[in-house]
Structures are given as structure tokens and as C-alpha cells.
């Protein structure tokens, strides 16, 4: 066992005096070890309202996501009703848009058994469980001056065209808020004269 000797015993003290005279003013004590309590509740609403923002911007996105992809689905619907009635001209002018009445509510069905869209007056329901479909046509007016297609309420000479339709296919779905919808026009002519 070996015993320290004075100079060494002094020369411990002299550093442990100046270890506590470094580390403690008027008498308190003090030490940097870890966080205050001050520094913690700070930096918890730091963290808390970080937290609750980006909880937010992740909520409001995936309810945009939703709505877009919604609204592109019912794009797409539409798309199809506009291009069934275009398919029903193909197939028949006489038989098929002749017959339907200005103003009146159609519903596209797409017939399995025969292969084509029939345009029809009962409601076959929502599609998909969210989606309503419908076509509407109306009459078409020409400028007499240039046979152009003259815009609804247009004043002026003009003559009904009973060769051409205005076709409108309208889709329609219920989001948690409101009553959204997608609205297509296009004009269907007698190109075939059948």
C-alpha cells in the first residue's frame, strides 16, 4: 500500500479548491449536466406544434388526393357517357338519337348481350355506389348568315338544325361536404345519314 506525501496531499487540495471555486459562485453550486425543466417544456411545445402542423398538412392532403381522384373517375365517366351517345349515332341515327326528346333525362347502359349503349329513360342506379350518370340533349341553332352553330339565346336570324344534337353528360357524387359534379357537352351530327 503506498501513502501520499504532503507535497502531493497539497497539491490535490490546491486543484480540488480550484475545481470548486470554478464551479460555484457565492456559494451556490452549479454543474451543466443535462437539461433544465425550462428547457424541456420549451422544447416539448417545439416538438408538439411540429407535430400538430405536419398531422395537418398530411390530413389536408390525403383529403385533396381523395377528391382529386374522384373528380378524375367522374372525368372518365363522363368521357364514356359522351362517347355512348356517340356510339349510339354510329349505330343509328333513326333508330337510336332521332327518337329522344329534348330535355329529357337518359341514363347510357351498356347492353352485354348485344355489345352497344343504349340511352335510357329508368335509372339504373349509382355506379361504383357513389357515381349518377345522365345525358341530356338539346336542340342545335345555325346563324343563317354562315350555317355556324349559334350559341344558346344568340339574338338574330337563325334555323332549328335537326340533323345535330347537343349532347351533355352530367356525373354527379356526394362528398362529406357538398354535392360535387362534372359536366361534358359535345354535338352529335347525322354524319351518316342512317
Known sequence: M???GKKEKQKFTQKMKSFFIQHT???IRYTKYGFGLIEIVI????IGTALA?????????FR?????ASRAQATFLAEEGVEAVRLSRDTGWQANIAPLL?????????????GAWTLETENPGLIDETFSRTIVVGDVFRRESDDAIAPDGEPGATFLDEGTLR??????????SSTEKVELMTFVADIYAN
Open 2 to 4: 503506498s501513502y501520499i
Open 25 to 27: 459562485t457565492y456559494g
Open 43 to 46: 422544447a416539448s411545445a417545439i
Open 53 to 61: 402542423s405536419l398531422s395537418g398538412v398530411l390530413i389536408s392532403a
Open 64 to 68: 385533396m388526393s381523395v377528391a382529386d
Open 102 to 114: 329534348v330535355g329529357t333525362l337518359y341514363y347510357p347502359v351498356f347492353d352485354t348481350e348485344a
Open 167 to 176: 349532347a351533355t353528360s352530367l356525373v354527379g357524387w356526394q362528398t362529406s
